[in-house]
């Protein structure tokens, strides 16, 4: 018994390790987390010390513009002043107006002035007044539109029939001439500015709506 050797403590120790790989596990463990608590503790200083706020700048001094002195002569007309800018200065107007482009293809009316209507001449109405077995009495309203005395004339025409007489109401009577289906009167008296005159007729054997109606070669207007 005295004759055997122990074995070292050392090759103890490294044996038991080397049977319980567990504690080289855990060791491994405990080392990372100490060196991510030192890392942690780094990172927070610096990122502490970048965001920390700059010192304020210093106030800028502007120069103080002197008062304006009342005894300043007035700047002249159209001289732009200080502190304005050149485009606010307003150019006087001519007062000539620029005539509008004209439109290509349109003609202006302005260019080709109308010429006021002639004055009117005489004109007529037709109605009958009165009918009757076998004829019937007619009227023709003679009115003088222009701007002088003047005569009239007026045809009147019927599909057939005979014409019996004709006379004015209240002045000189002028001429009947019959014609075929009716007759013409021609006035004995002028007709003054604006008046008028009512030719009377008898006509027999016909209707009372004419062919043809005229005074002074315009067309009667049929009531």
């Given at each position: 018994?005295?004759?055997?050797?122990?074995?070292?403590?050392?090759?103890?120790?490294?044996?038991?390790?080397?049977?319980?790989?567990?504690?080289?596990?855990?060791?491994?463990?405990?080392?990372?987390?100490?060196?991510?608590?030192?890392?942690?503790?780094?990172?927070?200083?610096?990122?502490?010390?970048?965001?920390?706020?700059?010192?304020?700048?210093?106030p800028l001094l502007l120069p103080e513009a002197?008062?304006?002195?009342?005894?300043?002569?007035?700047?002249?007309?159209?001289?732009?002043?200080?502190?304005?800018?050149?485009?606010?200065?307003?150019?006087?107007?001519?007062?000539?107006?620029?005539?509008?482009?004209?439109?290509?293809?349109?003609?202006?009316?302005?260019?080709?002035?109308?010429?006021?209507?002639?004055?009117?001449?005489?004109?007529?109405?037709?109605?009958?007044?009165?009918?009757?077995?076998?004829?019937?009495?007619?009227?023709?309203?003679?009115?003088n539109g222009s701007a002088e005395r003047r005569?009239?004339?007026?045809?009147?025409?019927?599909?057939?029939?005979?014409?019996?007489?004709?006379?004015?109401?209240?002045?000189?009577?002028?001429?009947?001439?019959?014609?075929?289906?009716?007759?013409?009167?021609?006035?004995?008296?002028?007709?003054?500015?604006?008046?008028?005159?009512?030719?009377?007729?008898?006509?027999?054997?016909?209707?009372?709506?004419?062919?043809?109606?005229?005074?002074?070669?315009?067309?009667?207007?049929?009531?």
């Open positions: 018994m005295s004759g055997l050797r122990r074995a070292p403590r050392s090759s103890r120790a490294t044996a038991a390790i080397v049977s319980s790989p567990w504690i080289l596990v855990a060791a491994g463990v405990v080392v990372m987390i100490v060196l991510l608590v030192i890392a942690l503790g780094a990172y927070r200083s610096r990122s502490g010390a970048d965001t920390a706020p700059a010192p304020p700048a210093p002197p008062p304006p002195s009342s005894s300043a002569a007035p700047s002249p007309t159209g001289a732009v002043q200080p502190g304005l800018s050149p485009r606010t200065s307003v150019q006087p107007t001519t007062g000539v107006a620029r005539p509008p482009h004209p439109t290509p293809g349109v003609t202006s009316r302005a260019a080709h002035p109308t010429s006021p209507p002639p004055p009117a001449g005489t004109t007529g109405r037709y109605r009958v007044v009165n009918s009757f077995d076998g004829g019937f009495i007619g009227e023709i309203l003679v009115r005569g009239w004339t007026v045809r009147l025409t019927y599909a057939g029939g005979r014409f019996v007489t004709a006379w004015v109401e209240g002045t000189e009577q002028g001429k009947a001439t019959p014609t075929e289906g009716g007759f013409t009167y021609r006035s004995g008296v002028d007709v003054a500015p604006g008046g008028s005159a009512t030719l009377r007729f008898h006509m027999e054997r016909t209707e009372s709506r004419p062919t043809g109606c005229t005074v002074d070669g315009v067309p009667c207007v049929l009531g």
